[in-house]
């Protein structure tokens, strides 16, 4: 069974940084590409980042720059680290798993609130 689960989100002051994490059961994580999305409330989900399984790594516009991508692949773990957190960045965080075409698996999402 296929488990992705992830942690770190939470209330954070504007200008703040957040880790989020996720880790990963049940594939073989280092064959994975690794994806962070997120969906704020009444938008539809976009791509914020990916590290691929080599590790090359791609940012949305809007976090390149603060966010930084990165996985431990000995630990099965992929993280999201968020740094001058922006009001505009609050919405529910999912790590995605990808091997080819017919292997894509999701978390159950963490929230990222950034408010003073």
């Known amino acids: 069974q296929v488990q992705l689960v992830e942690s770190g989100g939470g209330l954070v002051q504007p200008g703040g940084s957040l880790r989020l994490s996720c880790t990963a059961s049940?594939?073989?994580?280092?064959?994975?590409?690794m994806n962070w999305y997120r969906q704020a409330q009444g938008k539809q989900r976009e791509l914020v980042a990916t590290i691929i399984s080599g590790g090359m790594t791609n940012y949305s516009d809007s976090v390149k720059g603060r966010f930084a991508i990165s996985r431990d692949n000995a630990k099965k773990t992929l993280y999201l680290q968020m740094n001058t957190l922006k009001p505009e960045d609050t919405a529910v965080y999912y790590c995605n798993a990808v091997f080819g075409r017919s292997r894509n698996f999701w978390g159950q999402g963490t929230q990222v609130t950034v408010s003073s």
């Open positions: 049940g594939i073989v994580f280092n064959f994975y590409d």
